[in-house]
């Protein structure tokens, strides 16, 4: 059974920073494809950043183009999202997801796995 884990989320005023972890359990984490979701009160989930299974390729919302980081350790079955200039709009709970295919893909249904989320709260 895959598990996902996420950690580092936190209260931080705006043009702060967080770095989001997830904990992947299985050995096969080197072959899935990773994507960070966020969801605020009464909107939809959104994605956030995705990256292949080797890191070779990451994708992004606009909104967080230039400020936010996605990376991964596979020796350590850990995807990070680097948070930088935090903005109130991206107050949200954040989700880490596995795609057991390699290649980053952006539809929340096409995932296979998802962790509990983190709260991140970026006050003005």
């Known amino acids: 059974q895959v598990q996902l884990v996420e950690s580092g989320g936190g209260l931080v005023q705006a043009g702060g920073s967080l770095r989001l972890s997830c904990v992947v359990s299985g050995r096969t984490f080197s072959t899935y494809a990773m994507g960070w979701f966020r969801q605020a009160p009464g909107k939809e989930r959104e994605f956030v950043a995705g990256i292949s299974r080797s890191g070779g390729s990451t994708y992004y919302v606009d909104s967080v183009k230039g400020r936010f980081t996605i990376s991964r350790d596979n020796a350590k079955n850990t995807v990070y999202l680097q948070m930088n200039s935090l903005k109130p709009e991206d107050t949200a709970g954040y989700y880490c997801?596995?795609?057991?295919?390699?290649?980053?893909?952006?539809?929340?249904?096409?995932?296979?796995?998802w962790g509990q989320g983190t709260q991140v709260t970026v006050s003005s």
């Open positions: 997801a596995a795609h057991r295919l390699p290649y980053v893909v952006r539809t929340r249904g096409e995932y296979d796995y």
